[in-house]
């Protein structure tokens, strides 16, 4: 199990990105790009959805969705909090998940 669905479990009846991605019609990568984009645009002064589809490329309804699954806004907060407290702050989430998740 990732880190990610670890998280994922902490917050919603929905626990791995496998089972996000089935329901969304998208590949578990992208919705991996798509969860970690939005818990980073979670946090800049901009609009969360906006942010994301830029910085992942993931169009803006597809992230509107992941977002519903997801439990909405709290849940990113939720989400953000919850790996800050495993990876010594949301910085060390974005850092590793930008890492892996990173557009090529």
Known sequence: MSLLDGLL???????????????????????????????????????????????????????HEILGHLGGEGALGQLSGL???QEGGLGGLGGMLSGLFAKK
């Open 83 to 85: 790996a800050g407290a």
């Open 9 to 63: 479990g902490q917050i919603n009846q929905n626990p791995t990105v496998a089972g996000l991605a089935a329901k969304v019609g998208m590949s578990p990568d992208q919705v991996e790009a798509a969860i970690t984009g939005l818990v980073q645009a979670h946090t800049q002064p901009t609009d969360t959805v906006a942010t994301a589809s830029d910085q992942t490329g993931v169009p803006e309804d597809k992230l």
